[in-house]
């Protein structure tokens, strides 16, 4: 079945530094990336996401890349701010077999002051 | 004007027991979600429902049954409750049929 590696699993970054978060993923079908943020004790919130017809999309300081080729996404955040604080999960949709959002492990990403 | 509200927040009740989850949004969407996140924060989807029709069953114990009574409404009600079973649950919905758009602010179930 489809498979999400997400990476690194924890993130510490300099405030004003940029961050990256790498997925890859196993479906060569899957057409659809979402990345979800998380902060503590909340729900999960739809950031951005991408269709596999782009290579990249972006909104203001977050962006997104994918290589279909080599089945990888991330997520590029850019003068990262304390309140980027939080847990971001990528997933992908598997289209083989019964079609459902397979989500990575997470990442928690905290932004040093 | 919550846009996916589930009920209750928390959740804590003894082995054996059965319980139900309830959620509902208003923002109009055709498919709705249960998802399940354990302590280590991995998200699973447990159950979506599209228009009222059953789309996602994934490999959950038959412990777990949805109900949706209209396309603004799905209810998880558990049998039995077993330690495992502690979590958040999240439920969630979207205007289309693959994946989740908005989330529900979860519910702690704690089984003790």
């Known amino acids: 079945g489809e498979n999400v590696e997400q990476h690194p699993s924890t993130l510490s970054v300099q405030e004003g530094d940029s961050a990256v978060i790498k997925c890859t993923y196993s479906?060569?079908?899957?057409?659809?990336f979402p990345w979800y943020k998380q902060e503590l004790g909340k729900r999960p919130q739809l950031i951005i996401d991408?269709?596999?017809?782009?290579g990249e999309k972006k909104d203001q300081r977050i962006a997104v890349t994918l290589n279909k080729t080599a089945k990888h996404f991330s997520l590029h955040i850019t003068e990262t701010q304390p309140e980027d604080s939080a847990v971001y999960f990528c997933?992908?949709?598997?289209?083989?077999?019964?079609?459902?959002?397979?989500f990575g492990q997470g990442t928690r990403l905290t932004i040093n002051p | 004007d919550t846009a996916v509200s589930q009920t209750p927040k928390y959740l804590v009740t003894q082995m054996g027991n059965d319980k139900s989850i309830k959620c509902e949004q208003n923002?109009?969407?055709?498919?709705m979600y249960w998802y399940k996140q354990d302590s280590k924060k991995f998200l699973k989807i447990m159950f979506s429902?599209?228009?009222?029709?059953?789309?996602i069953n994934e490999t959950v114990p038959n412990r777990f049954s949805p109900k949706s009574p209209d396309k603004a409404h799905l209810n998880l009600h558990i049998n039995s409750l077993e330690l495992g079973d502690s979590a958040v649950y999240f439920c969630?919905?979207?205007?289309?049929?693959?994946?989740?758009?908005?989330f529900g602010q979860g519910t702690r179930l704690t089984v003790v």
């Open positions: 969630a919905s979207s205007q289309g049929w693959d994946s989740p758009s908005v």
């Open positions: 479906d060569s079908a899957s057409n659809y």
């Open positions: 997933a992908a949709l598997k289209i083989q077999g019964a079609q459902k959002l397979v």
């Open positions: 991408i269709r596999s017809n782009v």
């Open positions: 429902y599209n228009n009222k029709e059953l789309i």
């Open positions: 923002l109009g969407h055709d498919t």
